[in-house]
């Protein structure tokens, strides 16, 4: 039996996942790292921490499953996209900490840049908003503020990279610095219809060519890690953004196909095919996996930037829950909110509303409301802002019959249907909800010979749950509307 090795560097932890040729999970390893919030509307990661944290995987998962490493073919990379570093060609030590993808601190530039008319240019370019989610004024702020680094970004002695590139270049020892088609169209200085970073956004956010990553096809041979640091050496063949390795490990390979995942933020993805779709609705354009020679492809995309992370803040912030899973029994001990709605826009509202001044609400707070009503209403907030984004989508044109769905959060059944009750569609989960992961191992295997074509990555999909819509349409269209009202007294102010 032949295995693959897929590293899911996410933003709330890092995962290391052996998969058998079946799309099997047979070892899994993972540890949370420290999230930083140095002032409002700031998320720093330190990117040291996201390396170690991401070999200590790599090294557990080996030396605890029983898989013997020379049967490991190939190893495949997923991250959390946009977030970004920048650091010292010569020593490997970044300049400052990493600017996380939730960080809203490039938001002035973006004002400034909207103000002088470029945002047209942009979206058609980039098929992005301008907007401080994306690594391009990360990046821009970072030449700007951090000691030396616009002076010694000319003279060269610097790289940029997001989360994939910072791997590759750690475990190849500092011998490659590369990029995929998916990652680099996060950056905002990608070119999604050449393939190519562009001039003309280099020189608009000022950042030099010499900083950027080569870009790759999603399914290639990057580079090899030594032996020296597993024990044996392994091809690198498969990196992908998160979002869109999910896309791949949900087997969403065609046009009209969708999936939705719930990890910190929450992320729809549609498949449109070779179409490049302009949203009218505030929603992104974004390339999917590339493997083989095939020409471009696209998806749009919704993106929820706190999702998960809410839990997370029931848990770290108001300390109601020890565990995120402990979330749903608490939530489940009552029948309702109580009239409780929560947006928690903590670091602005993304997809549809694009409100980047936005901070999160507690609206319908009365004397009998609990921590468990906060709690459920949470949860619900997942879904709430999930099915904006999907209506979103249906404004643009484009309806579902069904959603896939995935990610740490998609084990919470209460969720997932109320997710379909709002939606007024099956919402599926598959066996395997470590799609993120399993897309990497899936575009490594392509490259490594473990699967021959797509159609025989199609087959491996297995259900394990198929949620039906209960509520009645009119019922699912008032909690919208009360969700509208609560995304309304957010933004007012703003
Ligand atoms: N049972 C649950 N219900 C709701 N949210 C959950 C549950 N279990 C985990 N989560 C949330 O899911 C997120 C982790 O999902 P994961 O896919 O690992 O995220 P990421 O890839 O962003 O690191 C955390 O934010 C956590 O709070
Ligand atoms: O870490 P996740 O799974 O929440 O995904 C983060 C996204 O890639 C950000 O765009």
């Not at 993304?350 to 209403?377: E, S």
């Amino acid at each position: 039996m032949d295995y693959l090795l897929a590293l899911d560097q996410g933003t709330s932890s890092s995962r290391s996942i052996l998969f058998d040729r079946n799309g099997q999970i047979v070892g899994l390893a993972q540890q949370e790292f420290t999230q930083h919030y140095p002032q409002s509307g700031w998320v720093e990661h330190d990117a040291l921490e996201i390396w170690r944290t991401q070999l200590v995987t790599m090294q557990k998962v080996l030396h605890q499953s029983a898989v013997d490493i020379a049967r490991v073919r190939a190893v495949g990379i997923t991250n959390q996209r946009e977030t970004s570093v920048l650091w010292d060609r010569a020593t490997g030590q970044p300049l400052g900490p990493a600017i996380v993808w939730q960080d809203r601190r490039g938001e002035p530039l973006c004002r400034q840049l909207r103000d002088q008319g470029h945002e047209p240019m942009i979206l058609e370019k980039t098929g992005l908003r301008l907007d401080a989610y994306f690594s391009a004024t990360k990046l821009a702020w970072m030449l700007e503020h951090l000691p030396q680094a616009r002076a010694r970004a000319d003279k060269g002695e610097l790289l940029f990279g997001t989360i994939d590139s910072w791997l590759i270049w750690q475990l190849t020892g500092g011998k490659v610095h590369a990029t995929d088609v998916t990652n680099a169209s996060r950056t905002m200085l990608f070119n999604v219809h050449t393939g190519q970073w562009d001039s003309q956004l280099l020189d608009l956010f000022q950042i030099p060519p010499s900083l950027l990553p080569q870009v790759m096809p999603s399914s290639a041979h990057y580079g090899d890690i030594p032996a020296d640091l597993l024990g044996y050496a392994l091809p690198i063949c498969g990196v992908a953004g998160d979002q869109h390795s999910a896309l791949f490990g949900q087997a969403c390979t065609r046009a009209g196909m969708a999936k939705n995942t719930y990890g910190t933020g929450c992320f729809a993805l549609l498949h449109t095919g070779t179409r490049f779709t302009a949203s009218e609705n505030g929603l992104l354009t974004t390339r999917v996996a590339q493997y083989g020679q095939q020409q471009p492809e696209f998806a749009l995309e919704g993106s929820v930037f706190v999702a998960g992370a809410a839990v997370q803040w029931l848990r770290d912030g108001l300390g109601i829950i020890k565990r995120s899973r402990d979330v749903q029994a608490l939530a489940q001990s009552v029948p309702d909110t109580g009239g409780v709605m929560f947006v928690p826009a903590f670091t602005g509202l993304g997809a549809p509303y694009w409100k980047a001044d936005a901070r999160g609400t507690l609206v319908g707070i009365n004397r009998a409301t609990t921590a468990a009503h906060i709690a459920r209403a949470a949860v619900e907030s997942i879904a709430y802002q999930s099915a904006a984004l999907l209506s979103a989508m249906a404004r643009d044109g484009v309806g579902l019959e069904q959603l896939r769905v995935d990610g740490g959060a998609s084990v919470n059944d209460a969720l997932m249907q109320f997710q379909a009750d709002l939606l007024g569609i099956p919402v599926l989960r598959p066996q395997v909800v470590e799609t993120t992961a399993l897309g990497a191992a899936y575009l490594a295997g392509l490259q490594s010979g473990i699967w021959s074509d797509v159609e025989q990555i199609e087959q491996l999909w297995r259900i394990d749950k198929t949620f039906e819509p209960a509520m009645s349409r009119d019922q699912a269209q008032a909690c919208m509307q009360q969700w509208e009202k609560a995304v309304a007294q957010t933004i007012c102010g703003t």
